[in-house]
């Protein structure tokens, strides 16, 4: 196999190798560094692609000496690998988060959007914290979609009475929720018109 020819010579120094030299450094190293950064990578064809790329890198910009040209490929070699590792894991992680967030319906969108569900968060937490906190901890755990049997369990009540406390917390939450708001922001005016 022969490396395609550069328009420009190598370099003006004579101890940068030749056009042969490369074809037998290429043959020399290529088992060696396939091997390697098939450790690397798990993948011989995704190993063979990095290979290439340092061969590529050597011919377009040869180190300063040749006199290790074998160590330069290896080192060039394994910090491309290196870099195809940090950009998969990076890729899985946002992949990750993605399908996190799609499983949660929380898709990123319209920041109108994702600023009006923080205020609406900000409100019921604003709301829940002025509460009784047994009222609070009903309301959530009947948020979180526990049962009635569960609830008392969860807070030592006595399971007839968790409906009758349930109600009257729900009521207290929907008289103060239209006139809370979030932290830092103003109370809405219950006797303000909207038009």
């Known amino acids: 196999m022969t490396l395609p020819r550069k328009p420009k010579p190598l370099a003006a120094a004579s101890d940068q190798p030749g056009p042969a030299e490369l074809e037998g450094l290429f043959h020399q190293q290529w088992n060696r560094l396939c091997a390697a950064l098939y450790h690397f990578t798990g993948d011989p064809d995704e190993a063979e692609d990095l290979v290439l790329e340092a061969f590529v890198q050597l011919w377009q910009h040869p180190p300063a000496r040749a006199d290790n040209l074998g160590g330069w490929l290896y080192r060039v070699a394994t910090r491309l690998g290196l870099n195809r590792l940090r950009s998969a894991a990076r890729r899985d992680r946002y992949e990750l988060d993605a399908a996190h967030q799609a499983l949660l319906g929380e898709q990123p969108g319209d920041p109108q959007d994702e600023t009006a569900r923080r205020v609406e968060r900000a409100r019921v937490r604003s709301v829940l914290a002025g509460m009784d906190e047994r009222q609070a901890r009903l309301l959530l755990l009947r948020h979180s979609g526990f ?33 809370a708001g979030p932290p830092g922001l103003p109370l809405a005016d219950p006797t303000a018109k909207v038009d």
Do not use: H
């Not at 807070?155 to 968790?162: F, G, M, T």
């Open 147 to 179: 049962s009635y049997q569960e609830i008392a369990a969860a807070l030592e009540l006595n399971p007839a009475s968790v409906g009758t406390l349930l109600a009257r917390a729900e009521q207290i939450f929907s008289e103060r929720y239209p006139q």
